[in-house]
């Protein structure tokens, strides 16, 4: 299904992901998230733990997308265009025998953020979760700097933080 946002520059479309879409899916993961693990996360947990735990994260991210859009297994991507290019993704896998969700990877091109393309976004997901007969979605984020804009937008769509701490210890 194709939804539209209207925007003050025109229309957004939001639409299925295509197997053309992928170089740059990729290239917009990397772009959004490379600032954590080059950044952030090394800043936080330092420099081993950064390698150990995220050392090929570009390759990881490769990785993840090669089965992140899988219809037949409950897997799927949408992208947000504004005039024919892509400036968002969101990926989420549905589990009908627990009426249950989750929401994957997003990303929103820089220069689209504040422009309500997440929140379009997420709204087509649980639109369509809720279409499959789901009942809760869940989602993760961090609790660090980095992912305080994040965790705005899912304060701002209602949804319920459970804070969750992770230990890292470098023998």
Known sequence: ???????????????????????????L???????????SFPGIVGDTVAANQHGN???DYRNQWQGLHD???GKYVVVAEDHDEIVGFIAWTMRPEKRSGEIGPMAVESAH????VASALCAHAFDDMRRHGIE????????????????ALYDSLGMTPLPVVVYYKVL
């Open 136 to 151: 809760v979605v869940s989602l993760g984020t961090g609790g660090d700097d980095f992912h305080a804009p994040a965790r």
């Open 113 to 116: 953020r504040r422009h309500h």
């Open 57 to 59: 994260w570009r390759e």
């Open 1 to 27: 299904m194709l939804y539209a946002l209207r925007r003050k520059a025109g229309i957004m479309d939001v639409r299925p992901f295509r197997s053309a879409d992928l170089g740059r899916l990729l290239e």
């Open 29 to 39: 993961t990397i772009a959004t998230f490379g600032p954590f693990h080059e950044q």
């Open 71 to 73: 219809p037949d297994n």
